[in-house]
């Protein structure tokens, strides 16, 4: 069974503009849960969506939005960058909403740097 | 509000040693309790977690957590650690009730010498 993949890995982008990334979550599950994960502020939670429904939302700005597909597939969308948004960004699935009671699959991340 | 605290941010530890990484948390009723392990490049991989019953839950690798709710600590271990563990590891805890928002720690660097 292939894994959570994240595209793109790398992105480079300028101060104001926006950015959207993209998550593909393992084959049947529903939920996906996007991570901030930067240097000074550690791992921090973004979002959960489950069944195209935001269920949980994490402390960051309106600048941070997301969507899920009918496949489960999920975007996050950055507007107006800052240079503060460089940062890992993660994507993890599990098969039931609400990833505490069930395993979450981690991708390998999109890098971002705003410059 | 729920916390974290990862008091070493290094361990260094010889191969073959045993190993006890801590993690104390702050949250008013019983968390949902985990450990995580990150590698170079990678995404996270779930080692183990704790909700509730047995106090001694074991997890993938060899690792085992032991949750103390009179210490509010959840310190992860193994009695021999292989330089294949080298990694970043995190605790972290969430809230339960359906309402999961995980809050993590800062994380322990794993250094093993040979």
């Known amino acids: 069974k292939a894994g959570v993949t994240q595209t793109p890995r790398y992105l480079i982008k300028t101060r104001g503009q926006q950015v959207t990334l993209s998550c593909s979550p393992i084959?049947?599950?529903?939920?996906v849960s996007w991570y901030q994960q930067t240097p000074g502020q550690g791992l921090q939670f973004l979002f959960e969506y489950f069944s195209e429904t935001q269920r949980n939302k994490g402390n960051f700005p309106g600048r941070f939005s997301g969507r899920q597909f009918s496949n489960s597939r999920s975007e996050m969308n950055v507007s107006t960058l800052e240079l503060g948004d460089s940062a890992l960004y993660l994507c993890?699935?599990?098969?039931?909403?609400?990833?505490?009671?069930?395993?979450?699959?981690f991708g390998p991340g999109t890098r971002l740097t705003v410059l | 509000a729920q916390s974290v605290t990862q008091p070493d941010i290094h361990i260094t530890v010889s191969e073959g040693a045993s190993l006890e990484l801590r993690c104390n948390y702050s949250?008013?009723?019983?968390?949902?309790l985990f450990w995580y392990v990150q590698s170079p490049g990678q995404g996270l991989q779930l080692l183990l977690k704790?909700?509730?019953?047995?106090?001694l839950v074991q997890g993938i690798k060899g690792f085992e957590a032991e949750f103390k709710r009179s210490q509010s600590s959840f310190n992860l271990r193994k009695p021999s650690v292989h330089w294949s563990d080298a990694a970043e590891y995190f605790c972290a805890v969430a809230s339960g009730g359906g309402s999961y928002i995980p809050t993590f720690g800062r994380g322990t660097s794993l250094i093993v010498h040979p």
């Open positions: 084959s049947g599950h529903r939920s």
């Open positions: 704790y909700f509730s019953g047995d106090t």
């Open positions: 993890a699935s599990s098969f039931a909403a609400g990833g505490g009671t069930d395993t979450q699959y």
């Open positions: 949250y008013g009723a019983t968390p949902y």
